[in-house]
Nanobody, 122 residues
């Protein structure tokens, strides 16, 4: 199994910045694509950003130019740098490994973190 642990959430004022981290632990798995999702109050979970193992990235239109996803494969860690935060960015942010490959089982797995709260106050 792979455990994904997010950190870095908190309370920030409008216009501020936060950096989320997601560290994967567990052996016998190769992490391919990594994603950040968020779920705001009363809203559906939405994809915020994704990154391939090689570093190609994609972003939701709502965060383009403000958020940056990156990863350190040696540390099994993915980051989400969030700048120019807005109240509508308030949400629980989840890390997701949608296609982790198990070397023993030769299967693909979908792992999720427990989420970290980001609150942007005006």
């Amino acid at each position: 199994q792979v455990q994904l642990v997010e950190s870095g959430g908190g309370l920030v004022q409008v216009g501020g910045s936060l950096r989320l981290s997601c560290t994967a632990s567990g052996s016998g798995f190769s992490l391919n694509n990594m994603r950040w999702y968020r779920q705001g109050p009363g809203k559906q979970r939405e994809l915020v950003a994704s990154i391939t193992r090689g570093g190609s990235t994609n972003y939701a239109d709502s965060v383009k130019g403000r958020f940056t996803i990156s990863r350190d494969n040696a540390k099994n860690t993915v980051y989400l740098q969030m700048n120019s935060l807005k109240p509508e960015d308030t949400a629980v942010y989840y890390c997701n490994a949608p296609d982790a490959y198990g070397s023993s089982s030769q299967r693909y797995y979908d792992f999720w973190g427990q989420g970290t709260q980001v609150t942007v106050s005006s």
